[in-house]
């Protein structure tokens, strides 16, 4: 069976500093595919990335980095110099290969203040 | 960028009543999918829908839920005799390829039960 376990609830950070929410996985196959989404305060979820188990080299897009390790089973994602718009919903979610589903984890609420 | 369109955002039942929320895919997409969320909780996969019929679905999709894609553009969640507990929001959501690729979701419909 799938899991996925993001262990922070809430995090509060002050703008500009740098912030990690951790996701952790369960999974028995060995392809499968790790994504983030973004759910901002008006509620719609925002793709942000997707990373199959072949593909563990590091990601970074602007300000957002994931760092993949299959070692520890870990999807972690590092937001650089936060802004008050990174406050959102952050889900890690998990789909195995060859079936739809997605199994998201709990989510991590992010508030940046300014 | 295409969107997944999701109609209305926000409906308010009673309980027992029926209700269709609605979704229009991405036009060049092939699966379909629908999500819930209760209020503050993490994201639940419901049902998918390849070739008009369902592929997979979970075990929240007992027999008060049906879904269709009655004219080849929309694709619909219809719930037979809502109860308190259907109060959540309710995710739409396309892919093009089967749903290892990621999806589109839709804004969502929050869905409330008085």
């Known amino acids: 069976a799938q899991k996925v376990t993001q262990a922070q609830t809430e995090i509060s950070v002050v703008e500009k500093e740098d912030v990690t929410l951790d996701c952790v996985y369960e999974?028995?196959?060995?392809?499968?595919?790790l994504f983030w989404y973004k759910q901002p305060p008006s509620g719609e979820l925002v793709f942000l990335i997707r990373?199959?188990?072949?593909?563990?080299q590091n990601e970074i897009s602007g300000r957002y980095s994931w760092n993949f390790q299959k070692s520890t089973s870990s999807f972690n994602f590092t937001i650089t110099a936060s802004q008050v718009v990174d406050s959102a919903v952050y889900f890690c979610?998990?789909?195995?290969?060859?079936?739809?589903?997605?199994?998201f984890g709990k989510g991590t609420m992010l508030l940046v203040s300014p | 960028e295409p969107e997944v369109t999701q109609t209305p955002s926000h409906q308010v039942t009673q309980m027992g009543q029926e209700v269709i929320l609605r979704c229009v895919p991405i036009?060049?997409?092939?699966?379909f999918y629908w999500y819930r969320q209760i209020l503050g909780q993490k994201v639940e996969f419901l049902v998918s829908?390849?070739?008009?019929?369902?592929?997979?679905k979970s075990e929240i999709f007992d027999d008060q839920f049906s879904v269709e894609r009655p004219d080849g553009s929309n694709f619909t969640l219809k719930i037979r005799s809502t109860k308190l507990e259907d109060s959540a929001m309710y995710f739409c959501?396309?892919?093009?390829?089967?749903?290892?690729?990621?999806?589109?979701f839709g804004s969502g419909t929050r869905l409330t039960v008085v």
């Open positions: 036009s060049n997409h092939l699966y």
């Open positions: 979610a998990l789909s195995d290969s060859g079936y739809s589903t997605l199994t």
């Open positions: 959501a396309s892919s093009r390829m089967e749903g290892s690729y990621g999806y589109t």
């Open positions: 990373r199959n188990s072949f593909d563990e």
């Open positions: 999974t028995r196959d060995t392809t499968y595919y």
């Open positions: 829908f390849y070739n008009n019929e369902i592929s997979e």
